[in-house]
């Protein structure tokens, strides 16, 4: 069962669009959303990450805004640049489960020139 | 740069094989972990050390031993492992497992296997 639902599976932004990827999730425990960036060939690195107390969160160009009722939270890539081509995960985790990651499926992002 | 160091970062290997892979980090962290990346998957947890014991095994095949020397030293021994498991592995480390959700987990670079 997934439990963290990511959409689109791929994206194509112009550069300096606006990329915008949306996760959803069931587990009402979950208590910590964060997003994790891949690029070909290197592990995930942590970009940016929210609690539901707070309705969204901003890093530069990196927003995170988060829907309680609709349990759904989503990235926004602002001023999308050719460096920010990568794979884009969401996750989840709950207090109950410690620190184990429940990820979305991912999107790859295409920033064109 | 990462801190988590993976060595080797390719490793060939046939089906009768025994290897290795090794993570090492030295950022103090006390839960490390190993995944497991299928191509244009999530990563998927295989194994949680927590304080050096191990905390969680997600139903991972025996022919995965994982092993924890010290708490900056993570292996994952490899014997008789199948094409299917042809995959980038990855460590990782946090500052806590059990503590509260939320503790950063830093991933190495990763490992590719190819199983033949």
């Known amino acids: 069962q997934q439990q963290v639902k990511q959409s689109p599976q791929s994206l194509i932004v112009q550069k300096g669009g606006i990329s915008i990827i949306n996760c959803a999730y069931e587990?009402?425990?979950?208590?910590?959303f964060p997003w994790y960036q891949q690029f070909p060939g290197k592990g995930p690195a942590l970009l940016i990450a929210i609690r539901p107390d707070v309705s969204e969160k901003k890093e530069g160009r990196f927003t995170i805004s988060f829907n309680k009722s609709a349990k759904q939270f989503s990235l926004h890539i602002m001023d999308s640049q050719p460096g920010d081509s990568a794979t884009y995960f969401c996750?989840?985790?709950?207090?109950?489960?410690?620190?184990?990651?429940?990820f979305g499926g991912g999107t790859r992002v295409l920033v064109k020139p | 740069d990462t801190e988590v160091t993976q060595t080797p970062k390719h490793l060939v290997m046939g089906m009768t094989n025994k290897k290795s892979l090794k993570c090492e980090q030295h950022m103090g962290h006390r839960a490390m972990y190993w995944y497991k990346q299928k191509a244009k998957k999530p990563p998927e947890l295989m194994f949680v050390y927590s304080y050096e014991k191990l905390s969680i095994n997600e139903s991972v095949p025996s022919r995965f031993s994982p092993e924890c020397p010290n708490s900056s030293l993570l292996n994952l021994h490899l014997h008789a492992l199948q094409p299917e498991d042809s995959a980038l592995y990855l460590c990782a480390s946090s500052q806590d497992h059990w503590t509260y959700s939320g503790n950063t987990i830093y991933f190495g670079e990763g490992s590719w296997l190819t199983v033949v």
């Open positions: 996750a989840a985790s709950s207090e109950a489960a410690g620190n184990k990651l429940t």
């Open positions: 587990n009402t425990a979950f208590d910590y």
